[in-house]
T-cell receptor, first 114, second 116 residues
């Protein structure tokens, strides 16, 4: 069965620290990849996406993610986090074939202390 | 403004009392979906719809029904709610391409349901 694994359940960082959140998926075909963010009390918003081309994609608020096809990974990074980055982060995978669902990981809670 | 609208945002009900959570989108999206979010379990898909009159089960469809009579609306129906359906529910929509949906979902604000 297709699945998405996020390595860390809860990450705690101080402001200005670097961030890397891991995401691996299990699907042999071509996929579209996403990171969504959910700020406290809010709905999910798209942070960044990868469909094709340059495997290093840049999103909003200084976030970037790298697609490594050989590792089935799509890790999220940010060089210097801010307190306002405190949120839950979800990796998601959409197998690129008709009629399939978007599969979410279980999420990683990021807490940034000022 | 492009948006997905859910109602109600908050609801407390009792076991067995039928309820409907409405979802409407104004972006002419073909794909719509319902998710529930529970602590430690992330987002789990309940049902999804690829177009009008086309619906399919997600990962956790038991106890839920949906319908897609119009493109913009995708209501979630709990015929006989039980306490294990206490959760935060999100409706979402996206465009479809020839290769399926883009995966770029637009989410509603969420509906927090408590079943006593």
């Amino acid at each position: 069965a297709q699945s998405v694994s996020q390595h860390n359940h809860h990450v705690i960082l101080s402001e200005a620290a670097s961030l890397e959140l891991g995401c691996n998926y299990s699907y042999g075909g071509t996929v579209n990849l996403f990171w969504y963010v959910q700020y406290p009390g809010q709905h999910l918003q798209l942070l960044l996406k990868y469909f094709s081309g340059d495997p290093l994609v840049k999103g909003i608020k200084g976030f970037e993610a790298e697609f490594i096809k050989s590792k089935f990974s799509f890790n999220l990074r940010k060089p210097s986090v801010q307190w306002s980055d405190t949120a839950e982060y979800f990796c998601a995978v959409a197998p690129r074939q008709a009629g399939t669902a978007l599969i979410f990981g279980k999420g990683t809670t990021l807490s940034v202390s000022s | 403004e492009a948006q997905v609208t859910q109602n109600p945002r908050y609801l407390i009900t009792v076991t067995g009392k039928k309820l409907t959570v409405t979802c409407s989108q104004n972006m002419n999206h073909e794909y719509m979906s319902w998710y529930r979010q529970d602590p430690g379990l992330g987002l789990r898909q309940i049902y999804y719809s690829m177009n009008v009159e086309v619906t399919d089960k997600g990962d956790v469809p038991e106890g839920y029904k949906v319908s897609r009579k119009e493109k913009r609306n995708f209501p979630l129906i709990l015929e006989s709610p039980s306490p294990n359906q206490t959760s935060l529910y999100f409706c979402a929509s996206s465009l479809l391409t020839g290769m399926g949906h883009t995966g770029e979902l637009f989410f509603g604000e969420g509906s927090r349901l408590t079943v006593l």
